[in-house]
T-cell receptor
Framework: EAGVAQSPRYKIIEKRQSVAFWCNPI?????LYWYQQILGQGPKLLIQ????????DSQLPKDRFSAERLKGVDSTLKIQPAKLEDSAVYLC?????????????FGPGTRLTVL | QKEVEQNSGPLSVPEGAIASLNCTYS??????FFWYRQYSGKSPELIMS????GDKEDGRFTAQLNKASQYVSLLIRDSQPSDSATYLC?????????FGTGTSLTVIP
């Protein structure tokens, strides 16, 4: 079974530029999560999708961050405009809603550096 | 008060010893609890999940949950140098998932 795929793996941009990250979850996983992990901290949940609907986005900075999951499979996370403090690893995870246990499996992450 | 708290360590144990990692959480209605291992520069990898009070064993790993004390722990028996990593505790409360900052474990050969 293929794992969660993410791209790009690394991205360097200047502040005020925009950037987008892509995630493809494990096949059949209805729930998709985007996390931000700043160096030395645990992952922070930004947004959770169930199929193509948003379950929770309470910690998403909506003035600059947006995310979508069209057709309930792939998802994109966008930052526009980026700030220095957005430098972090952006992790995508997915879980199967069928078993109800919410075990999440993470992709390799995208390391963003904002200069 | 943070939702999930872990001792950041570093925790050092000799090879073959038992490593004990602890985690406390603030929300009494939390339902699901997870331990992840994260190697430097890598993404978190699920080790164990636990949902009810008591112990759950999987190979060299044992997770312990005490909801009354709002405490969850991970024991690693016969620790190996390959267990050296940061261990993240995660808690599911409703639709929210909270991670601790992680405990850094070093197993000394």
């Amino acid at each position: 079974e293929a794992g969660v795929a993410q791209s790009p793996r690394y991205k360097i941009i200047e502040k005020r530029q925009s950037v987008a990250f892509w995630c493809n979850p494990i096949s059949g996983h209805a729930t998709l999560y985007w996390y931000q992990q700043i160096l030395g901290q645990g992952p922070k949940l930004l947004i959770q999708f169930q199929n193509n609907g948003v379950v929770d986005d309470s910690q998403l900075p909506k003035d600059r961050f947006s995310a979508e999951r069209l057709k309930g499979v792939d998802s994109t996370l966008k930052i526009q405009p980026a700030k220095l403090e957005d430098s972090a690893v952006y992790l995508c995870a997915s879980s199967s809603a069928r078993d109800g246990n919410n075990e999440q499996f993470f992709g390799p992450g995208t390391r963003l550096t904002v200069l | 008060q943070k939702e999930v708290e872990q001792n950041s360590g570093p925790l050092s144990v000799p090879e073959g010893a038992i490593a004990s990692l602890n985690c406390t959480y603030s929300d009494r209605v939390s339902q699901s609890f997870f331990w992840y291992r994260q190697y430097s520069g890598k993404s978190p990898e699920l080790i164990m999940s636990i949902y009810s009070n008591g112990d759950k064993e999987d190979g060299r790993f044992t997770a312990q949950l005490n909801k009354a004390s709002q405490y969850v722990s991970l024991l690693i028996r016969d620790s190996q140098p390959s267990d050296s990593a940061t261990y993240l505790c995660a808690v599911n409360t409703g639709n929210q998932f909270y991670f601790g900052t992680g405990t850094s474990l070093t197993v000394i050969p």
